[in-house]
């Protein structure tokens, strides 16, 4: 019984740890191709043709790309992300806190977002083309609409400058208790629920009409159940697969797509860091991130597609 | 009477006069004597600072690549970072006068090739230990090494020997340099133990306050440096610096209290800034400009005639009005203006004149082909719209300019320098000397114009070596002739230091050396 399932799932990691070498491949190879070198970016306007052999022979610049390809790759492989070219630092432990704050901010905003679009998905449904139905799908639309920088200066207006309700600085550090750090993401996390809901709870209310249309539906309402229990209980979890997708897309994007709202609000997690490293060309830095990112991408895509067939009783009992 | 010192109060609050300037204006008026100083408002005042509290700043300009080691500071931020924990041996004043700092004085000899500088004593490091005078030589024998790549290693260059005699620090130069005290003003120049060769990244110096927390590109967190040589400095408990990349966020921080003081508010919301209740918007002219380059060896800015065209071509008081929102001064394509020691006054301004630009693009026997400008919207805040502005105004005077935009990456090292004529920026030096030197003698790396001219070389090499002042006057009057006349520079203008400030700090002197009081707002303001 659970042996297709887990041949299934092991199918999918194995199929999941290869495209994450395909990634690096291609990370390592984009990070080539960029115009200039890491010794240029580094002196700007102050190289000279022999500061700058000096320091391309002091980075390693110097060795073939295959060679420091597979350096890189073994590296990795055993938990070393190298050294940050532009100041000399261990890339793991910078990374790994800049890594903790896009997860907590992401996690934060999910929890919210998440339930929030689904139970509006599911009152859409229950009103459909009437006016909660309409304003909902008109508010999710506008904010999804709005870019995140103007949502973030919006919010900023109002709730920081106007009322004074929460601080229009995200800064977390250490040594801060998890209310203040809380209170300190109040704004960006209002901006990323916003950004992310339309989507979603569009989602969750098509594939719960579709699923609408079917006969056991129509025989539950001739059984005289609740229009609610009706969606809850006998269409939502039929729609779950596409749903799940969704959310995981949006999941990704908030761990990896949120460098604006990180640059509005002055958060520091991976996103701003990531693109001071590109700038300076540090590579090993840019390196180590897109991994990171490419790993968070294939991982939740994983889980939607465990999610999926899980939820499915045709594809756990494939013929 | 009455109304005259009612409203030079109002200036005064406004920011627009400091109380040296107000007391000269009460004399002119024949007030002083009838003054008490109870009847002075608000800052004119002389006001004993006060002591405590926390100073937030947000700042524009870090990176989470920025080291604490200051010979590699290259951004506002590292900037500002360097002067709260470190001390140079000098300062340059808001007058523009040297202030002995770890140095006590400086003596020069053998027509200005010999410095001998006089080291502090008693002042001691953050860790405790003592300031020698070996510590101030391996500072500067540090930045002289090529390896620290020091952002001071070109002013360092001229300097071919430093050792230590009993208390004093003497410089030999290859040739005389009557600035070099204004040199060693530099802020990278930052003394520290053993010449910060065991780690330069340490951030222990001499300064008002100990580094706490660096948390590059995200925070940075001082406190009072309890046994500081300075008494009459460093007045807050601690400071906190918030790196705030973004400029509307910036000043939304200002405006919502969560932030003091904040560096580059952008032009085109100064004015509505200042609006603002509780916040006071401070600016200084200084020596920073914007110019589009030409090199003078490269068809067709080799030809005299055109880059005269080009220069008359400009409107420059549009681009001071549009561009900085009037956050500025017209350039007069010279890198000098009279922030300047020394600056000839006489040199007249260069017009907007289509009439010219016109007759000298007709006598350069240009083809007629397409004189392609090279802008990012990184060479300086702006440049896009201003290399439209200058477009329209050449077309007028039929010369063909077309607009080459191309992206912010890569820009300083594929575009500038390297483009016969692109948009840049320069942040400016403490003397003539220094400018002309870094960016215009032929032998310069940074030769941005690759302008070669012979005379104009030599006279740059002997105004070094005179020391006296009127003779110095005459020859940069003629070395800025020279430039004005021949060079590939097109200078528009000159753009002002914009800080924010709110109105909890007293004690604010703008300064023109550089952003938030030339780095020391921290170390000479306090809270009201």
Same mark, same amino acid.
């Given at each position: 019984?659970?042996? =297709?399932?887990?041949?299934?799932?092991?199918?999918?990691?194995?199929?999941?740890?290869?495209?994450?070498?395909?990634?690096?491949?291609?990370?390592?190879?984009?990070? $080539?191709?960029? =115009?200039?070198?890491?010794?240029?970016?580094?002196?700007?306007?102050?190289?000279?043709?022999?500061?700058? /052999?000096?320091?391309?022979?002091?980075?390693?610049?110097?060795?073939?790309?295959?060679?420091?390809?597979?350096?890189?790759?073994?590296?990795?492989?055993?938990?070393?992300?190298?050294?940050?070219?532009?100041?000399?630092?261990?890339?793991?432990?910078?990374?790994?806190?800049?890594?903790?704050?896009?997860?907590?901010?992401?996690?934060?905003?999910?929890?919210?977002?998440?339930?929030?679009?689904?139970?509006?998905?599911?009152?859409?449904?229950?009103?459909?083309?009437?006016?909660?139905?309409? /304003?909902?799908?008109?508010?999710?639309?506008?904010?999804?609409?709005? =870019?995140?920088?103007?949502?973030?200066?919006?919010?900023?207006?109002?709730?920081?400058? $106007?009322?004074?309700?929460?601080?229009?600085?995200?800064?977390?550090?250490?040594?801060?208790?998890?209310?203040?750090?809380?209170?300190?993401?109040?704004?960006?996390?209002?901006?990323?629920?916003?950004?992310?809901?339309?989507?979603?709870?569009?989602?969750?209310?098509? /594939?719960?009409?579709?699923?609408?249309?079917?006969?056991?539906?129509?025989?539950?309402?001739?059984?005289?159940?609740?229009?609610?229990?009706?969606?809850?209980?006998?269409?939502?979890?039929?729609?779950?697969?596409?749903?799940?997708?969704?959310?995981?897309?949006?999941?990704?994007?908030?761990?990896?797509?949120?460098?604006?709202?990180?640059?509005?609000?002055?958060?520091?997690?991976?996103?701003?860091?990531?693109?001071?490293?590109?700038?300076?060309?540090?590579? =090993?830095?840019?390196?180590?991130?897109?991994?990171?990112?490419?790993?968070?991408?294939?991982?939740?895509?994983?889980?939607?597609?465990?999610?999926?067939?899980?939820?499915?009783?045709?594809?756990?009992?494939?013929? | 009477?009455?109304?005259?010192?009612?409203?030079?109060?109002?200036?005064?609050?406004?920011?627009?006069?400091?109380?040296?300037?107000?007391?000269?204006?009460?004399?002119?008026?024949?007030?002083? *004597? &009838?003054?008490?100083?109870?009847?002075?408002?608000?800052?004119?005042?002389?006001?004993?600072?006060?002591?405590?509290?926390?100073?937030?700043?947000?700042?524009?300009?870090?990176?989470?690549?920025?080291?604490?080691?200051?010979?590699?500071?290259?951004?506002?931020?590292?900037?500002?970072?360097?002067?709260?924990?470190?001390?140079?041996?000098?300062? !340059?004043?808001?007058?523009?006068?040297?202030?002995?700092?770890?140095?006590?004085?400086?003596?020069?000899?053998?027509?200005?090739?010999?410095?001998?500088?006089?080291?502090?004593?008693?002042?001691?490091?953050?860790?405790?230990?003592?300031?020698?005078?070996?510590?101030?030589?391996?500072?500067?024998?540090?930045?002289?090494?090529?390896?620290?790549?020091?952002? *001071?290693?070109?002013?360092?260059?001229?300097?071919?020997?430093?050792?230590?005699?009993?208390?004093?620090?003497?410089?030999?130069?290859?040739?005389?340099? *009557?600035?070099?005290?204004?040199?060693?003003?530099?802020?990278?120049?930052?003394?520290?133990?053993?010449?910060?060769?065991?780690?330069?990244?340490?951030?222990?110096?001499?300064?008002?306050?100990?580094?706490?927390?660096?948390?590059?590109?995200?925070?940075?967190?001082?406190?009072?440096?309890?046994?500081?040589?300075?008494?009459?400095?460093?007045?807050?408990?601690?400071?906190?610096?918030?790196?705030?990349?973004?400029?509307?966020?910036?000043?939304?921080?200002?405006?919502?209290?969560?932030?003091?003081?904040?560096?580059?508010?952008?032009?085109?919301?100064?004015?509505?800034?200042?609006?603002?209740?509780?916040?006071?918007?401070?600016? &200084?002219?200084?020596?920073?400009?914007?110019?589009?380059?030409?090199?003078?060896?490269?068809?067709?800015?080799?030809?005299?005639?055109?880059?005269?065209?080009?220069?008359? *071509?400009?409107?420059?008081?549009?681009?001071?009005?549009?561009?900085?929102?009037?956050?500025?001064? !017209?350039?007069?394509?010279?890198?000098?203006?009279?922030?300047?020691?020394?600056?000839?006054?006489?040199?007249?301004?260069?017009?907007?004149?289509?009439?010219?630009?016109?007759?000298?693009?007709?006598?350069?026997?240009?083809?007629?082909?397409?004189?392609?400008?090279?802008?990012?919207?990184?060479?300086?805040?702006?440049?896009?719209?201003?290399?439209?502005?200058?477009?329209?105004?050449?077309?007028?005077?039929?010369?063909?300019?077309?607009?080459?935009?191309?992206?912010?990456?890569?820009?300083?090292?594929?575009?500038?320098?390297?483009?016969?004529?692109?948009?840049?920026?320069?942040?400016?030096?403490?003397?003539?000397?220094?400018?002309?030197?870094?960016?215009?003698?032929?032998?310069?790396?940074?030769?941005?114009?690759?302008?070669?001219?012979?005379?104009?070389?030599?006279?740059?090499?002997?105004?070094?070596?005179?020391?006296?002042?009127?003779?110095?006057?005459?020859?940069?009057?003629?070395?800025?002739?020279?430039?004005?006349?021949?060079?590939?520079?097109?200078?528009?203008?000159?753009?002002?230091?914009?800080?924010?400030?709110?109105?909890?700090?007293?004690?604010?002197?703008?300064?023109?050396?550089?952003?938030?009081?030339?780095?020391?707002?921290?170390?000479?303001?306090?809270?009201?």
């Amino acid at each position: 019984m659970a042996h =297709p399932i887990v041949k299934l799932v092991a199918q999918r990691l194995a199929l999941g740890l290869l495209l994450l070498l395909a990634a690096s491949v291609l990370i390592f190879v984009g990070t $080539q191709i960029l =115009p200039g070198d890491v010794a240029q970016a580094i002196l700007g306007q102050s190289a000279t043709p022999e500061t700058l /052999a000096n320091l391309r022979e002091e980075l390693g610049l110097n060795e073939p790309v295959v060679s420091r390809y597979f350096g890189w790759l073994f590296g990795v492989l055993q938990g070393d992300l190298g050294t940050a070219l532009s100041n000399g630092q261990p890339i793991g432990p910078a990374l790994g806190g800049r890594l903790a704050n896009t997860l907590f901010l992401a996690g934060a905003a999910a929890v919210i977002a998440v339930p929030l679009a689904v139970l509006l998905g599911l009152v859409s449904v229950r009103y459909r083309n009437r006016w909660p139905d309409k /304003a909902i799908s008109a508010v999710t639309l506008a904010t999804i609409s709005v =870019p995140e920088f103007l949502l973030g200066y919006i919010v900023i207006y109002f709730l920081a400058v $106007q009322w004074r309700l929460l601080p229009s600085l995200a800064t977390v550090y250490d040594g801060m208790t998890l209310g203040e750090r809380l209170y300190a993401i109040g704004l960006p996390v209002i901006v990323l629920v916003l950004a992310v809901l339309g989507h979603m709870m569009r989602m969750t209310r098509a /594939a719960i009409l579709n699923v609408m249309q079917s006969s056991y539906v129509e025989t539950a309402e001739l059984k005289g159940l609740r229009p609610f229990t009706i969606i809850a209980r006998h269409a939502f979890p039929n729609a779950i697969a596409p749903i799940v997708n969704v959310v995981m897309i949006n999941l990704a994007y908030l761990v990896v797509g949120v460098v604006v709202v990180e640059v509005v609000f002055v958060y520091p997690g991976m996103g701003q860091y990531l693109v001071d490293h590109v700038s300076k060309r540090d590579v =090993p830095v840019v390196q180590a991130c897109g991994l990171v990112f490419a790993g968070v991408y294939i991982g939740l895509n994983l889980i939607a597609d465990i999610v999926s067939i899980l939820a499915n009783p045709r594809l756990r009992h494939p013929k | 009477m009455k109304d005259d010192l009612a409203k030079l109060v109002d200036w005064i609050d406004a920011g627009g006069l400091s109380r040296r300037g107000f007391l000269g204006r009460v004399s002119a008026f024949g007030l002083a *004597a &009838a003054l008490g100083s109870a009847m002075l408002p608000g800052q004119a005042r002389a006001e004993e600072p006060k002591k405590g509290g926390v100073l937030k700043i947000g700042l524009g300009g870090g990176e989470s690549t920025d080291a604490l080691d200051p010979g590699l500071a290259d951004g506002p931020v590292a900037f500002n970072v360097n002067r709260q924990w470190g001390d140079t041996l000098v300062n !340059v004043t808001p007058e523009k006068v040297l202030e002995f700092r770890l140095a006590e004085s400086a003596e020069a000899g053998e027509g200005s090739t010999v410095w001998t500088f006089k080291i502090r004593k008693g002042v001691k490091f953050h860790d405790g230990s003592e300031m020698t005078v070996e510590d101030v030589v391996a500072t500067f024998k540090r930045h002289s090494d090529e390896n620290a790549k020091s952002g *001071a290693f070109g002013i360092m260059q001229g300097i071919s020997d430093i050792k230590a005699d009993g208390e004093n620090v003497v410089f030999t130069l290859s040739t005389g340099n *009557a600035d070099l005290p204004y040199l060693l003003a530099d802020y990278h120049l930052i003394v520290q133990p053993k010449g910060g060769a065991e780690n330069p990244n340490a951030g222990i110096g001499t300064g008002p306050y100990k580094v706490k927390t660096a948390e590059p590109g995200v925070r940075y967190v001082f406190e009072k440096n309890a046994d500081d040589w300075d008494t009459s400095r460093g007045h807050y408990d601690s400071v906190e610096f918030l790196v705030i990349n973004d400029a509307t966020a910036r000043t939304a921080a200002l405006q919502s209290g969560q932030v003091h003081m904040v560096n580059r508010v952008d032009p085109k919301v100064a004015k509505l800034l200042s609006r603002a209740p509780g916040v006071k918007v401070r600016t &200084a002219s200084g020596p920073g400009h914007y110019v589009f380059i030409m090199h003078c060896d490269k068809p067709p800015f080799d030809n005299k005639d055109l880059r005269l065209a080009l220069k008359y *071509a400009i409107n420059r008081q549009e681009l001071v009005d549009k561009i900085l929102d009037g956050y500025g001064s !017209v350039g007069n394509d010279i890198p000098i203006n009279k922030s300047y020691p020394l600056f000839d006054e006489t040199l007249p301004q260069r017009e907007f004149d289509l009439a010219k630009a016109a007759e000298h693009y007709k006598a350069s026997g240009h083809d007629g082909s397409p004189i392609e400008l090279i802008v990012a919207d990184g060479a300086f805040p702006g440049a896009v719209d201003a290399a439209a502005l200058f477009q329209a105004t050449a077309t007028q005077a039929g010369i063909p300019l077309v607009i080459k935009r191309v992206p912010d990456d890569g820009y300083w090292s594929d575009v500038w320098n390297v483009k016969p004529f692109c948009a840049s920026y320069w942040g400016g030096r403490p003397v003539q000397d220094q400018m002309y030197s870094t960016a215009y003698l032929s032998t310069a790396d940074w030769n941005d114009t690759k302008f070669k001219n012979k005379e104009f070389d030599d006279l740059i090499l002997s105004a070094r070596a005179e020391t006296d002042e009127t003779k110095r006057k005459e020859i940069y009057a003629k070395v800025a002739r020279i430039l004005w006349e021949e060079g590939g520079v097109i200078c528009p203008m000159f753009n002002d230091f914009i800080d924010g400030v709110s109105e909890t700090v007293a004690g604010w002197v703008d300064d023109p050396n550089l952003e938030l009081m030339n780095g020391f707002a921290s170390a000479k303001t306090w809270f009201a």
